[in-house]
């Protein structure tokens, strides 16, 4: 079992930066993917960005150039960073992690973008 430990996220102006952190249980080389999903009100749950084996990054079009995902696996962390924030990036972000076939969710943190 894997347990994910989120923090960060709150409220921004557009055009603001925030930083998400989620901590795994597990040694982070166990952990076959690790990233973020997020889900706006009335939307489906997306992919943000996320780590798949061999440490390859995927990221959802609407943040490519804004977001970055990065890790620190001394503290078995993955965090995103997230710039330029606009309205439409507002939602819950939720941690992902894929170990041995089942996949695990973090509580969730939500990210508010307004003026």
């Known amino acids: 079992q894997v347990q994910l430990v989120e923090s960060g996220g709150g409220l921004v102006h557009p055009g603001g930066s925030l930083r998400l952190s989620c901590t795994t249980s597990?040694?982070?080389?166990?952990?076959?993917?690790m990233g973020w999903y997020r889900q706006a009100p009335g939307s489906e749950r997306e992919l943000v960005a996320a780590?798949?084996?061999?440490?390859?990054?995927n990221y959802a079009d609407s943040v490519k150039g804004r977001f970055t995902i990065s890790r620190e696996d001394a503290k078995n962390t993955v965090y995103l960073q997230m710039n330029s924030l606009k309205p439409e990036d507002t939602a819950v972000y939720s941690c992902?992690?894929?170990?041995?076939?089942?996949?695990?969710w973090g509580q969730g943190t939500q990210v508010t973008v307004s003026s």
């Open positions: 597990r040694s982070i080389f166990s952990i076959y993917a």
């Open positions: 780590f798949t084996s061999g440490s390859r990054t």
């Open positions: 992902n992690a894929v170990y041995r076939d089942y996949t695990y």
